[in-house]
Nanobody, 120 residues
């Protein structure tokens, strides 16, 4: 059973930084597409950042230029470096892994979710 364990959330002042991480179990991490989602109360789940198995990245317009997603396959870990944080970034952040083992139905795994609060 693949597990995703998140860490690095917490409380930070506007303009501050946080480094969010997600560690995966198993031996297939290198083939996963890794994603960070977030969801604020009353809001739809939003894809924040994505990184393919080959290292290609993509970001939501709201975080582009401020957040950086990266991965370390040797550590089975994906990171989200969050800089210049705004109150609008306050949400529960979820790590997501997508295994393309079958093209007709990729298998997904989810982290437990971690609260990030940006406030003075």
């Amino acid at each position: 059973q693949v597990q995703l364990v998140e860490s690095g959330g917490g409380l930070v002042q506007p303009g501050g930084s946080l480094r969010h991480s997600c560690a995966a179990s198993g031996d297939r991490f290198r083939v996963y597409a890794m994603n960070w989602y977030r969801q604020a109360p009353g809001k739809q789940r939003e894809l924040v950042a994505a990184i393919t198995s080959g290292g290609s990245t993509n970001y939501a317009d709201s975080v582009k230029g401020r957040f950086t997603i990266s991965r370390d396959n040797a550590k089975n870990t994906v990171y989200l470096q969050m800089n210049s944080l705004k109150s609008e970034d306050t949400a529960v952040y979820y790590c997501n892994a997508r295994d393309p083992i079958m093209s007709i139905r990729p298998i997904e795994y989810w982290g437990q979710g971690t609260q990030v609060t940006v406030s003075s």
